[in-house]
């Protein structure tokens, strides 16, 4: 997925969705772009999704969601990228980052 006006998404952006998905209470603005990414992936992807949902909303470890998800280690890696980089598109158009 990229970014507004056909941007790639930058490691700042992803970095920054990393923090406020650490930070997320189930309220606010980012309740918005999550359901919004919810939605995306659950047509699209749903591992992307429940990686994104156990890793960073319900807080497991990154073992606990290959493990969870019955998914090899490049796979993890290369969903979790996919997922910060559909994040940061959606937080970016609610001018969250």
């Given amino acids: 997925m990229r970014a507004e006006g056909g941007g790639r998404v ?3 952006q992803k970095k920054a969705v990393r923090k406020a998905l650490r930070k997320f ?4 603005q ?9 939605d995306y992936y659950a047509r699209e992807d ?6 994104l949902r ?6 497991r470890s990154e073992w606990d969601v290959v493990g969870l998800l019955h998914i090899g280690r490049t796979t993890y890696y290369h969903k979790e990228l996919e997922a910060l980089s559909t994040v940061a ?4 158009a609610a001018g969250l980052i």
């Fill in 10 to 12: 930058t490691k700042q």
């Fill in 25 to 28: 209470d189930g309220s606010g």
């Fill in 30 to 38: 980012w309740e918005d772009v999550l359901g919004r990414v919810r």
């Fill in 46 to 51: 749903p591992v992307c999704w429940d990686l």
């Fill in 54 to 59: 156990l890793r960073y909303i319900e807080g």
């Fill in 89 to 92: 598109v959606y937080a970016a």
